[in-house]
């Protein structure tokens, strides 16, 4: 499943969710934050997500994601 490719990062707020690396998701654009969703036949592999302790307020996770290989 893995591939290669330009590694995406996006901020999305920290709902509990936490997402492992080699996970299958795809990404909704949503008008303030994209939203990350599990799916198994979605176009992007998680590569890392921590916790976006650079910013202050709304708690953020930095997601990165990669478009899968087919």
Same mark, same amino acid.
């Given at each position: 499943?893995?591939? !290669? ?6 901020? *999305? ?8 690396? /080699? #996970? !299958? ?6 008008? *303030? ?8 036949? /979605? #176009? ?27």
């Amino acid at each position: 499943m893995s591939g !290669t490719g330009k590694i995406s990062t996006h901020h *999305v707020p920290d709902d509990g969710t936490w997402y492992v690396t /080699g #996970d !299958t998701v795809r990404v909704d654009r949503g008008p *303030v934050h994209p939203e990350i969703i599990k799916d198994a036949n /979605g #176009d992007y592999e998680i590569f890392g997500c921590r916790q976006a302790t650079e910013y202050a307020g709304t708690p953020l996770l930095r997601v990165s994601v990669r478009r899968v290989s087919v």
